[in-house]
């Protein structure tokens, strides 16, 4: 087993130096869940006594925890503009038989559900995929109506895995509707 020979106050140090970075506000999520993960294997292999390698490990936590509470908030209001974005389009594009569109805004997964979700009501005969892209991640999905996908042939999990391999990412689905990241 590799043993860790970074003293508590290093370990501490590195903590206290990322909890200034998230409270600045000045953070790349994905990095930075990083440098934790590993800064909480470092404590684990420290040769500290195992009260204050506790004490520190309940502090690195509560900062992984801040995190994640940060992103999920941010994804929230992500998730409204996507919807948003994704309404417009529908708007433009009423009557089309396809969209293929990369969202403007930085997309969540769940932004673009919901955003599908709609078109599905207020434009059931036009088929989508749309892309959105978030730091270091994309997200797309596709929706086929019924008509498009017996008539056709034209299937969503297929649609997405024509190019899904391109953007090294992973899909899935049926028929009418499938999701993919990456």
């Not at 936590?61 to 940060?70: E, H, T, V």
């Not at 498009?148 to 090294?168: I, K, P, Q, V």
Request: aromatic letters at 4%.
């Amino acid at each position: 087993a590799v043993v860790s020979t970074q003293s508590t106050g290093a370990i501490q140090a590195e903590a206290d130096a990322i909890t200034a970075q998230i409270e600045g506000g000045k953070y790349e999520y994905s990095k930075i869940i990083g440098e934790v993960n590993t800064l909480i294997q470092n404590n684990d292999k420290s040769v500290i006594p195992a009260w204050r390698r506790d004490r520190i490990r309940d502090h690195i936590s509560g900062i992984k925890a801040k995190l994640d509470k940060a992103k999920i908030e941010s994804e929230k209001g992500l998730a409204t503009e996507n919807a948003a974005e994704i309404a417009s389009l529908i708007a433009k594009n009423k009557d089309a038989p396809i969209i293929i569109e990369v969202l403007k805004t930085k997309g969540t997964s769940k932004g673009i559900s919901e955003g599908l979700k709609t078109m599905r009501k207020k434009a059931p005969e036009t088929a989508a995929v749309i892309f959105a892209v978030n730091d270091d991640d994309v997200f797309f999905h596709c929706l086929v109506p019924k008509k498009l996908s017996s008539g056709m042939s034209l299937r969503a999990d297929e649609w997405l895995a024509t190019f899904s391999g391109l953007l090294s990412a992973k899909c899935g689905g049926k028929d009418l509707y499938a999701q993919g990241s990456g």
